[in-house]
Nanobody, 115 residues
């Protein structure tokens, strides 16, 4: 059974950076695609980044050029480097792994960008 845990969130000022980590309890090698999502209170869940097993990436328009996703399959870990953070980036950030027909979600980590 795969379990995911996000970490690295916190309170930062606009323009600063954070790096989030998603650690899996089991192997993610067989996860063809992993995702970062975010959700602000009262808002729809938004796709932030998508990364394949071979580390090919896609990003949502709102974060393109500022965020970078990566994964280390041997360490069962996925990362999200967030630069030039804006107040609009404030949300709970979630990681997701898709293995076969099953989706596995982490519990989320809070990112707050405020001056």
């Amino acid at each position: 059974q795969v379990q995911l845990v996000e970490s690295g969130g916190g309170l930062v000022q606009p323009g600063e950076s954070l790096k989030l980590t998603c650690t899996a309890s089991g192997s993610i090698f067989n996860s063809y695609v992993m995702y970062w999502y975010r959700q602000a209170p009262g808002k729809d869940r938004e796709l932030v980044a998508r990364i394949t097993r071979g580390s090919s990436t896609n990003y949502g328009d709102s974060v393109k050029g500022r965020f970078t996703a990566s994964r280390d399959n041997a360490k069962n870990t996925m990362y999200l480097q967030m630069n030039s953070l804006k107040p609009e980036d404030t949300a709970v950030y979630y990681c997701k792994a898709t293995i076969g027909f099953a989706d596995y979600w982490g519990q989320g980590t809070q990112v707050t960008v405020s001056s």
